[in-house]
């Protein structure tokens, strides 16, 4: 069945450490997003990419960077940069000419700085 | 920019009952999407309906139905006969018509739905 898959579903970092949230998608859709879910916040766009090797910032992106060199992949990686790093993290996609369709959701990633 | 509110945090229905959830939005486009998402217990995202904004006609999926005021901004969703199972936070969303990079979806902040037994 084609879906999204973020792992892990629970990540625990340290204070200082870097970590890299996982997005795989294999419905061959073109564009992929991370949200931040904080809440009472909704959901606040953190990066987004309409095509391999190109991505840009979205409302959030301080603190965060991501790659896009497979269509299928886009990894997040939160930095030591970010202050609040706490929050429920999903990836998305969506099909190019299909954006009325909305978009496919992951199952998430909790990340927790202890 | 974009904005999209929904004044009700929280908000609680009987089962078989109907609720109504609010949701506007403030925009200078002319053509752009709609959506309502669900996102229950469990935390995935489900879309629930979308609506086209030049569409006249208000969509319907099953016991979902949203009445789109274009003029007034507005995209409430309305949900016939609750059933336990929709106990979620659901978000309106918002996108532009596609172009460049307009393929943005913009979230409100969630209304919290709970249906009692």
């Known amino acids: 069945d084609g879906g999204i898959t973020q792992s892990p579903k629970y990540l625990f970092r340290k204070e200082g450490q870097n970590v890299t949230l996982s997005c795989e998608q294999n419905?061959?859709?073109?564009?992929m997003y991370w949200y931040r879910q904080d809440p009472g916040q909704g959901l606040r766009l953190i990066y987004y990419?309409?095509?391999?090797?190109?991505?840009q910032k979205g409302d959030i992106a301080e603190g965060y960077s991501v790659s896009r060199e497979k269509k299928e992949s886009f990894p997040l990686t939160v930095t030591s940069a970010q202050k609040n790093p706490t929050a429920f993290y999903l990836c998305?996609?969506?099909?190019?000419?299909?954006?009325?369709?909305?978009?496919?959701f992951g199952s998430g990633t909790r990340l927790t700085v202890v | 920019a974009q904005t999209v509110t929904q004044s009700q945090p929280e908000m609680s229905v009987q089962e078989a009952e109907t609720v109504t959830l609010s949701c506007t939005y403030d925009?200078?486009?002319?053509?752009?999407?709609l959506f309502w998402y669900k996102q229950p217990p469990s935390r995935q995202m489900i879309l629930v309906i979308r609506?086209?904004?030049?569409?006249?006609q208000n969509a319907t999926e099953n016991r979902f139905s949203v009445n789109f005021q274009k003029a007034a901004k507005s995209f409430s969703l309305k949900i016939s006969d609750s059933q336990l199972g929709d106990t979620a936070m659901y978000f309106c969303?918002?996108?532009?018509?596609?172009?460049?990079?307009?393929?943005?979806?913009?979230f409100g902040k969630g209304t919290l739905l709970t249906v009692n037994p």
């Open positions: 969303a918002f996108m532009k018509l596609p172009g460049g990079s307009n393929y943005k979806l913009t």
């Open positions: 419905l061959n859709h073109d564009a």
């Open positions: 925009t200078s486009e002319n053509n752009y999407y």
């Open positions: 990419s309409q095509i391999v090797n190109d991505f």
């Open positions: 998305a996609s969506s099909m190019w000419g299909r954006y009325n369709y909305g978009y496919t």
């Open positions: 609506q086209e904004a030049y569409k006249q």
